[in-house]
Structures are given as structure tokens and as C-alpha cells.
């Protein structure tokens, strides 16, 4: 069993309200510090105080999303973001300006401090006292999309599924069976269109406002600063895109064409995405959520025992919600419990190859969350999305060559490592679609919706619209995007897939060349947490960060090699 680290500074039993928080907030706020020792003991009580309030806010947004049904969970997680958060954030501002007014700042170590005080200076930067009641409302308006889309199902052969469950239909050998499945999923997403469009609307607006308080021309560039995006520009964004559609988009449709001949069609539509063309059945890795987590252990054992003690350690402490249900939000995730030292893994299994890899990806952050327990502040731990998500996608494909304790024999196992290396390159158009996307909406503030579906297909086409035949069906195809979850809450958090992507690639080539070694770089890389620049954490794994032209066509070269191997 694990437990919460031991409190120096709050007590262990403290309820988390506001008038339990605020005494330490102040004391904080008002304790002289008069030597460089002082101030980091003042840091490490900041540190333990806002690791308790996170874990907090993290077990209510847990169970918030395991039961989207449930209006006391739903009133729980709105009261810490109406009555906890905004109060903390005047507070953690003043904090912020004694830091950096403190006569002992430039005595601490620069090499271990440079990146978190980089990090205060920025937030100092962008804080506005009337961005916080704002803040506060998308808080609570961005958790609506999942309340939405938590309860859509559909009826197939007279029993309801989730959307999640329907799509396993879109693997069916029967193409009268995809086609009705897709049709009833799509025609269920539609039915909340304009609801999501008008949720959309509203976030938007309150958006731009926050960056207009802020003191920017619009929320994109609001965004690059208040993500920390130090090491690279839209500018470098906008670079990807093109790199993206340049080299691997034609890799991408000469795999499209190979599955229409395959499946002997004229022209591939959208219910003909999913089906393994050598006309076998679907990819069943597992038949149920126990054994998806069991299996993934053995797994993660084999490819090391550190790996594989990480999840046994999350399933003996109840650390997993991995089941598709009515009533549960859409998705998955690795929620990090900052206290506790651990994380948890929520996703939608429906028992499909796809469940495999979301998996192995969420293990990759847990084990991230568990390299990082121990480092010293709690804001060493907080890595920026290309950090986080190297550690996720790289598992995906560090892990294959232990799969085969999903599939019993040879051909299944080709045949999921042929859809692996097929869905890596396919993630890097959608990464460069939905990115491109968000830079349009958000430098277009005042774009009404009929504009916004023209941006979508005028971007979503030249990246090969998912290589599929969209004209019977034009309105399914202009609200794709309405399925994409960051979009609604977590605005341009997208593209660090798509570095991260390149990154998992190079180090999955590392490891396939020196496992052992390959293996050590990634785990060094993992334990930096974010003390280090992305660069540098790219670099103590052994690969670069860089998404030129250049570097996305040497690394689609392998995976092409690698598939040609398959």
C-alpha cells in the first residue's frame, strides 16, 4: 500500500476549505524571511501546502468524471473551482511578488531553481485580478462538454452502448453492420451539435476576454505564454503543419489506397477506417478491465520490473477506473496525485485493440508520475505537455515487442504492431489539423459558427480530410472537430502530441537499437521532471527536439522500414 508523504507544515486530518487553507496562505504571505535557508524552507511549505490542495482538486475531478450522473460529485468539484480557486489565486500571486522581491532570491542554486522561477516571473507577467471570476467560469462551463457527451449512447440490435462500446461495431468484417453503426454514432453526436457549438461559443468569448485583460491581441498568444512555451513559436507551429502535410500525408494515402484495394471498394468512406483488411475479425487483446490491467502489468515486468511494481502498485491501492459505462465521461487520462506520489488511470475500455494502446499510453505517464514523487518542490513535478507526452507515446511503442502477452499467436501480434506504427503516423495529420485549427479560431475571435466550419474543412482537407470520402456526409465531417475533448478544455494543449510523437519515435529507435541503454535515457530524461529545459530533457534521453522537415522525413523513413518489416 502507498501513502501520503508525511506533512511538515499543514496538519495531516485539515479539511480542504477555504477557511482551513486561508491561515496558511497568509502566514506564508507574512513570514519574514531573513537567510537563504529560510526561504527554501518557505518554498518546500508552499510546495506542501498546494501539493494537499491539488490532490484534493485532483480526487474530485476523478470522481466527477466517473460519474457524470452524479450531482453531489458535480457540486463538490464546483465548489472547489468557484470557492477554492479563485481565492488562491490572489494569494499565490502575492506569494509570487514576495519570491521574487525577496533580497535571498538570486542566492539559490540557479541550475536547480532557474526553470520554476522562469515559471514565477512569466505568471507575474500574466496575472490580472479580473481574470480570476473569469477563469473561474470557464472552469465550470468547459466541464459541461463532458456532461454532454458523457451521456450519448446509441441502440445497435436492440441494446444501448456508449459511443465508446458502438465503435468497436466499426471494426465488423460486415460493411452493412459499420455503416449503420457509424450512421448511428454520428447521428447521435449531431443531435448535441448546436449545444456544443453554443458551449463553444461561450468559452471562446470569456477566452479572448482573459487576453485582452491580459494585454494581448488575442488568446493564442496569451496561451504561448501561459503555457511557458519557451522553446519554440507559432511560427514553429505553423512550420510542423506544413512538414507534416509534406511528408507524411503521402505515406498516408498510399496506406489509404492499399486499403481500398484490399477491401475492394471504389472510394473508402468514413465506416471503412477501422476494419483490419485481411478480413479477419477485430483484434480482441483482452476480455475485460481486470484483464487489460493484468496483461498490462506482465507487460510493463517484461520490459522491466521497476515498470511493471508501478502498476501492481496502482492495482493493489484501487488506482484504476478503466471500463466504458453510461454516465462516465468520454476519454482517458493519468491524473498524478501530488501528495500521494502516484497516479490514476481513468480511460473507456470496450476490450479493443485501441483500449491496448490507450493502456500502455497512460502507463507511460504513470510511470512519469512515479519518477517524479520525490523530486523536491511540487512545481518540479508540473512538466510541460511535450515532456509529458514523450513519456506517454514512447511506451506505446517501447512496449510493442512485449505484446505478446495480449496475443496468442504470431499474426495477430504483426497485424497490431501494423496498426501501432499506422495510427503513429496518422496521428501527426490530425495533431497539425487540430492545432492549425485552434490558431484559427482564436485569431479569429469574432468568427461566427458557418465560418468556423468553412476554417475546419478548408484545414482538415489539404491534411487528407482522414482519407476517407466525406461527400454523402458533409455535416458529420464539418464537426469532427466537436469530438476532440481539448478543444473544449484544455485550448491548445494538441501540438505537444505531435512533438512528442517525433520524440517517441527517436526514442523507440534508441531502444530497438540498444534496449538497455535506450531504456536508461528515457527513464534519466523522466526523472528530470521539468528542472530542465525541454531541450535538455530531450537530450539526456537521447534524441532531439526539433520538428523541422528535415528530422519529420528521417523519422518517417524508419516507421515505414519498420512496417515493411511487418
Known amino acids: 500500500m502507498i501513502h501520503k508523504k508525511t506533512r511538515t507544515y499543514i496538519p495531516a486530518d485539515i479539511e480542504i476549505k477555504w477557511e482551513n487553507l486561508e491561515p496558511f496562505f497568509k502566514e506564508l504571505r507574512d513570514r519574514p524571511i531573513n537567510s537563504v535557508e529560510e526561504l527554501e524552507k518557505w518554498l518546500h511549505n508552499r510546495s506542501e501546502l498546494e501539493a494537499a490542495v491539488e490532490e484534493d482538486f485532483a480526487w474530485r475531478y476523478i470522481r466527477m468524471t466517473c460519474d457524470t450522473t452524479s450531482e453531489e460529485l458535480l457540486q463538490s468539484f464546483q465548489y472547489f473551482a468557484t470557492e477554492i480557486e479563485p481565492q488562491i489565486a490572489p494569494y499565490s500571486n502575492e506569494l509570487n511578488k514576495k519570491l521574487v522581491a525577496s533580497e535571498w532570491m538570486d542566492k539559490l542554486d540557479n541550475q536547480k531553481y532557474f526553470i520554476y522561477l522562469r515559471g514565477i516571473k512569466k505568471a507575474l507577467e500574466l496575472f490580472r485580478e479580473e481574470n480570476i471570476a473569469i477563469q473561474t467560469e470557464i472552469q465550470v462551463e468547459q466541464q459541461k462538454y463532458q456532461s454532454i457527451t458523457g451521456s450519448m449512447s446509441v441502440h445497435i440490435d436492440n ?38 457549438n453554443e458551449l463553444f461559443d461561450l468559452l471562446r468569448g470569456l477566452r479572448h476576454k482573459v487576453a485582452l485583460n491580459a494585454g494581448f491581441e488575442n488568446f493564442r498568444d496569451y496561451m504561448f505564454q501561459a503555457l511557458g512555451r519557451f522553446d519554440y513559436t507559432p511560427q514553429d507551429c505553423y512550420a510542423f503543419h506544413e512538414a507534416i502535410e509534406k511528408e507524411i500525408v503521402p505515406i498516408l494515402r498510399q496506406q ?188 479569429n475571435p469574432g468568427h461566427i459558427d458557418a465560418e468556423r466550419t468553412a476554417a475546419w474543412i478548408q484545414i482538415y482537407e489539404p491534411f487528407g480530410a482522414g482519407f476517407a470520402d466525406w461527400s454523402e456526409h458533409p455535416e458529420a465531417e464539418a464537426n469532427l472537430w466537436q469530438k476532440q475533448l481539448h478543444i473544449f478544455e484544455v485550448p491548445f494543449y494538441y ?29 534519466d530524461a523522466l526523472k528530470l521532471g521539468y528542472t530542465k529545459t525541454i531541450k535538455e530533457i530531450y537530450e539526456t534521453a537521447g534524441i532531439k527536439f526539433d520538428f523541422s522537415a528535415a528530422y519529420v522525413k528521417e523519422l518517417a523513413a524508419f516507421v515505414k522500414s519498420e512496417l515493411e518489416k511487418l
Open 159 to 196: 441494446k444501448e452502448f456508449t459511443l465508446e462500446q458502438a465503435s468497436v461495431f466499426l471494426k465488423d468484417t460486415n460493411r452493412s453492420k459499420r455503416q449503420e453503426v457509424w450512421e448511428k454514432i454520428t447521428a447521435r453526436r449531431l443531435q448535441d451539435k448546436v449545444q456544443l
Open 256 to 443: 489509404a489506397e492499399k486499403r481500398r484495394e484490399a477491401l475492394q471498394l471504389d472510394a473508402l468512406k468514413p465506416w471503412d477506417m477501422d476494419v483490419d483488411i485481411s478480413g479477419k475479425p477485430a483484434l480482441k487483446p483482452f476480455n475485460s478491465g481486470t484483464e487489460l490491467i493484468d496483461k498490462s502489468i506482465q507487460c510493463f515486468t517484461n520490459i522491466s520490473t521497476y515498470l511493471g511494481e508501478r502498476l501492481e502498485i496502482m492495482k493493489e491501492n484501487s488506482l484504476f477506473d478503466v471500463e466504458s459505462r453510461k454516465g462516465k465521461a468520454p476519454g482517458g487520462y493519468n491524473y498524478p496525485l501530488s501528495e500521494t506520489g502516484a497516479p490514476f488511470i481513468f480511460m473507456n475500455s470496450a476490450n479493443t485493440f485501441r483500449d491496448l494502446t490507450t493502456m500502455v499510453h497512460e502507463g507511460g505517464h504513470a510511470v512519469h508520475t512515479f519518477l517524479t514523487a520525490d523530486l523536491e518542490l511540487n512545481d518540479f513535478k508540473h512538466c510541460p505537455s511535450e515532456v509529458a507526452e514523450l513519456a506517454s507515446m514512447s511506451m506505446e511503442l517501447v512496449s510493442m515487442d512485449n505484446w505478446d502477452v495480449y496475443f496468442d499467436n504470431e499474426e495477430d501480434l504483426k497485424r497490431a504492431k501494423r496498426d501501432q506504427l499506422v495510427d503513429v503516423l496518422k496521428t501527426l495529420p490530425w495533431v497539425a489539423v487540430v492545432d492549425q485549427f485552434q490558431h484559427w479560431i482564436y485569431t
Open 495 to 523: 501540438i505537444e502530441y505531435g512533438m512528442a510523437q517525433l520524440g517517441a519515435i527517436a526514442v523507440w529507435k534508441n531502444y530497438k537499437e540498444n534496449p538497455q541503454k535506450g531504456l536508461q535515457q528515457y527513464l
